[in-house]
């Protein structure tokens, strides 16, 4: 195993050539290079083509050794068979890592230039993602190697969740979905036919990288089965991993196998082995979005006691069931003083259990009286709050107080709210603001067990 | 029971008194009159109000008895105390129905108010609904006494989904979440505290309501069980009907009877019998709508094999583990001919298999022949086309041609997409033909698995 699990430099490169950068816009290599340019990368940028002197203004060179600089990571977007010929040059020049963006490799039975890419990686030690791969994205750092021009696919804005997947189609749906999110992205890392560099290299740098708080990822298949076990004892001893794994029937086994070649183990054995080291497995790409919400904000939780205020008693009684259905949480009894405050503070018509109905015409005050409540009563560990906007009372002065609220709570606290228009642009206000926002009681619910679970399993293992 | 079954007088007045219609902006009787005024409806309007000689422009009177008209439809939203004065000026002046939108009756211990408000209309025989309930709307006839301004509830366009709730919440939620669909609705009905008309009356009215394709309900009880069963026996032969309870739990059960006093029978026995008649259960909200969307546009299914276009290798195989996981769904085996067409006309890079993935750069050119193809092919008998529009070669090209495509389809056919804005235009662009999008592999299975199941209840059963 070579010692690749430091990406740094392809994470944080201070310069990058793209090799195959085009002034033809139907090239992937015009595209990573115009998304390099529109994204204000700040360090320095070559382009190398053997026949321009110059792409968007950038002065372009024939070769990589032609570049007097050091280049920490090179994009490679070539027809596959020069890739081992320019990795070659990479490596002669001392570029630092390379990310192989070209198809044409293992996945359509060209083994033999595979293992040529890898022999060559090897040889010079220089980390190299791919090939057939999206890449990778950091915010942060602007590098940006994906070949999907921005008007298509939404880049995510700085946040702590960071998403690795095998596939380009699972990992680009879900970098479009995030970028409708409010908790952002550390690093995103899609690494296709893993020939170098594989999941278990990614794992062990993204668990030991601080400015990710959360791993999210997408696999069909781990190769390194041992590895990735000792790994999988440290990593949730650090932060959440969810993780959504393709193949988990046969029918989707058959799939995987056509589609990446996985030799996927059986999903029982796969399972095992998440639930006994703590990862949250999602079953479905809106689930890991789900998850990877409540994780990116939500601070440990006492219990599995929720408290619920509401200003519609319908979609209260759906949480209560869907709490019901979960197995682990409970709708949580109210304290004798909280019961006698609300009972003083409330106007008669609401009903003092819980979940807290509120009433359709509550507004900021009632919400605010309630939560307050909540969040002094011993009996309740977990806040769902559950705001719908068309109602006569809610407005945007609640969407504040719930943001203004949650800043001063120490429980974790998410909001449900269902609608159209007015209701997304309330939406967007709180999640933008950090609180994390669903849209129906099952997904909102499912995250309140999966955070009580992940805490669980940190606070009882050794 | 009354003979309340027929609501057509609630649906399509050609005349409308609005009852507590006001100037003040604050009061529902505003908000109502002025939501008539802006769906433009074109039947005979009259606000009544002690206090005004009129409102928006329209003459006002002080009673409803003095309005020379006769008036199908009243609305009233005037003070609970009020109610039954109102409603036996109503009965007097030969008023043909009335909804009841104020609330303070049963749902507050006035069990007296209401019991008072059920003698009046059935000593007149005028079908009344609520008290304390939304009301109707209808796109069609335009009647909408929602007392909810459009800016925070948008109202659906015309469509084949009917849809019913007990709850105001979800009810104006569900509503709300309509208006983004391209499937549109037939009729609402909000019906509150059931005083006079129940779910049994409103379900028999949608039963034999031509315009309406689909029913979907939300309900947290049934008060006349026996009369529901008669019913059920035969509603699901005429229509799909979708139901969603609340108070399925120990926990939701509880809420429900601090919400509607419901005093609901066991999950168990409901589920039995909505089982038993070919209903279709939702768990969830979102569920509901999954489930309308499909059974709005989609034709019987012959079996339930499934061929699967993908543009994306890893979201096909998430499709095959949803359709492995739902127990009654088969990843379809293409036929000799349909593999050798495939062969023949794709480039060598796609996998002769099912998911037929047609790669990131497929056009609507390959989108077609895949489809085609599985249209032709006698093992498939529904079509899931993935179209991801973050790929480089998806753009709306590939839309007009799924719709294009749609049109002659006899296959039930369904599209899952994932995305941000990009994705979410094109999204629009075919639900609004017609085209049943998903946002997930799950919901998208889960649809196509109730829409066989219900065509096999209703060809099954005698």
């Known amino acids: ?20 950068a085009s002034k033809n816009p139907d090239k992937v290599g015009h595209v990573i290079l115009q998304n390099y340019v529109n994204a204000g990368y700040s360090g320095r940028l070559y ?46 020049a001392g570029v630092k890592s390379t990310v192989v963006v070209s198809g044409g490799f293992a996945e359509i039975g060209q083994v033999k230039l595979q293992e040529d890419l890898v022999k060559i990686a090897k040889k010079y030690n220089m980390p190299t993602l791919g090939p057939n791969c999206l890449g990778v994205m950091d915010p942060r750092s602007r590098v940006d190697t994906l070949f999907l021009p921005t008007f298509k696919l939404s880049r995510p804005q700085i946040g702590g969740v960071s998403f690795v997947a095998q596939s380009g189609a699972v990992g680009s749906t879900i970098l479009d979905l995030i970028s409708g999110e409010g908790f952002g992205l550390s690093k995103f890392i899609s690494y296709g036919n893993a020939a170098h560099i594989d999941e278990v290299d990614i794992l062990e740098y993204l668990m030991n990288d601080d400015e990710t708080k959360v791993i999210v990822m997408y696999i069909e298949g781990i190769r390194r089965g041992r590895d ?54 999602a079953n479905d790409i809106s689930e890991l979005l789900h998850y990877a919400k409540i994780f990116a904000s939500e601070p440990e939780p006492r219990g599995g006691r929720i408290g619920i205020v509401t200003n519609g008693g319908g979609v209260g009684v759906l949480a209560a069931d869907a709490i019901g259905n979960s197995g682990l949480l409970k709708v ?45 009563d011993d009996g309740i560990d977990m806040l769902l709050v559950i705001a719908l906007f068309q109602t006569p009372g809610a407005d945007s002065t609640v969407a504040a107080r719930l943001i203004h609220y949650k800043e001063n709570s120490e429980k974790p606290m998410i909001v449900l709210t269902i609608g159209a228009d007015y209701t997304r642009m309330h ?7 950090g609180l994390p926002v669903y849209d129906s009681p099952d997904a909102a619910v499912k995250a309140l067990k999966a955070l009580l679970m992940y805490y669980d399993y940190r606070n009882n293992t050794p």
């Open 228 to 281: 990735f076990v000792e790994l999988a004892k440290k990593i949730t001893k650090k932060k959440p991993v969810i993780v959504l794994k393709g193949g988990r029937t046969a029918q989707g086994m058959q799939a995987a196998h056509s589609h990446t070649a996985s030799l996927a183990g059986s999903w029982e054995s796969y399972e095992a082995v998440f639930r006994q080291f703590g990862f949250t497995i």
């Open 427 to 433: 939406k967007i206000m709180m999640e933008s603001a």
């Open 47 to 92: 382009p190398v083509n053997k026949d321009a002197d110059e792409i968007m203004g950038l002065k372009a060179y024939a070769r990589v050794g032609d570049i007097k600089d050091r280049i920490d990571l090179a994009v490679i977007a070539v027809p596959a068979k020069f890739v081992p010929g320019v990795l070659e040059e990479c490596g002669k």
């Open 332 to 376: 949580g009894s109210l304290s004798d003083v909280t019961k006698k405050e609300l009972r003083r503070k409330m106007p008669p018509l609401v009903n003092i259990s819980n979940p807290i109905d509120i009433a359709g015409d509550a507004g900021e005050d009632r919400f605010n009286t309630a939560m307050s409540l909540l969040a002094d």
């Open 1 to 20: 195993m070579p010692n690749v699990s430091n990406l740094d430099m392809m994470m944080n490169p201070r310069s990058v050539a793209i090799i195959g």
